[in-house]
C-alpha cells in the first residue's frame, strides 16, 4: 500500500467554480501535512501547511482528519492560473523523510 | 537568481555512460536531497545529506551515487546510465530542523537511451 494516496483526476472545472479533492495517508504516526503545487514539467512549490484544526488561505482551504487519516483540500472561485497538479505530502514525526502522493491534477477552463 | 539551480536541465545519454547532475544553492540550507519523479508516481528520494560529507541513502539509491563536498552543492551521479533511469531529477534544500519545507530546483529530465 502506497503512504500517500491522491485520486489522480483530471478535475476539470469552469472558472469560478469551487473544487475539493482528498488525499489518505497510510502511517498513523504522520505528524505533517503539506499541500505542495506543482506546474506542468516544473519544480514543486509548497501551497500550504495542513494544520490539526483546518486552515485557509485566501481561497485555499485545508482540512485534515486524523482519525480516518486524510487531508482535503478546497479552492473556491477557482482561477485559470489554479491549474496545476496539486501534491499531498506527509511527514512522520522526528523522521527526514517526506512522502508524497502523485498528485490531483485540476483544469480550470474559461 | 534563483536559490536552487540544476545543472544540466536537459540530458540525453546512451545506456552505459557516466551522468552527473549538479546542485547549487544559496539559501545556506545545511539539508539537500535529490528525488526522482516519473509519471504516475510521487517523488521518490534517492538520497539525501544533512551536511558537507554527510551522505544517507533513500527509498531508491540503487544505481545511484552522490557528492557532497560543500555545503553549497549536492551532485548525483549515475555509474553507468540504463533506460529505466529516464525520468525528471529534482534536488531540494530545507533548514535542519524538522517537519521543515523543501524547495526544490527546476529539475533536470534525463533520457537514458
Known amino acids: 500500500r502506497k503512504e500517500v494516496e491522491q485520486d489522480p483526476g483530471p478535475f476539470n472545472v469552469p472558472e469560478g467554480a469551487t473544487v475539493a479533492f482528498n488525499c489518505t495517508y497510510s502511517n498513523s504516526a504522520s505528524q505533517s501535512f503539506f499541500w505542495y503545487r506543482q506546474d506542468c514539467r516544473k519544480e514543486p512549490k509548497l501551497l500550504m501547511s495542513v494544520y490539526s484544526s483546518g486552515n485557509e488561505d485566501g481561497r485555499f482551504t485545508a482540512q485534515l482528519n486524523r482519525a480516518s487519516q486524510y487531508i482535503s483540500l478546497l479552492i473556491r472561485d477557482s482561477k485559470l492560473s489554479d491549474s496545476a497538479t496539486y501534491l499531498c505530502v506527509v511527514n512522520i514525526a522526528n523522521d527526514y523523510k517526506l512522502s508524497f502522493g502523485a498528485g490531483t491534477t485540476v483544469t480550470v477552463r474559461a | 537568481d534563483a536559490d536552487v539551480t540544476q545543472t544540466p536541465r536537459n540530458r540525453i545519454t546512451k545506456t552505459g555512460k557516466r551522468i552527473m547532475l549538479e546542485c547549487s544553492q544559496t539559501k545556506g540550507h545545511d539539508r539537500m536531497y535529490w528525488y526522482r519523479q516519473d509519471p504516475g508516481l510521487g517523488l521518490q528520494l534517492i538520497y539525501y545529506?544533512?551536511?558537507?560529507?554527510?551522505?544517507n541513502k533513500g527509498e531508491i539509491s540503487d544505481g545511484y551515487s552522490v557528492s557532497r563536498q560543500a555545503q553549497a552543492k549536492f551532485s548525483l551521479s549515475l555509474e553507468s546510465a540504463i533506460p529505466n533511469q529516464t525520468a525528471l531529477y529534482f534536488c531540494a534544500t530545507s533548514e535542519n530542523r524538522e517537519n521543515n519545507e523543501q524547495f526544490f530546483g527546476p529539475g533536470t529530465r534525463l533520457t537514458v537511451l
Open positions: 545529506s544533512f551536511d558537507v560529507k554527510d551522505i
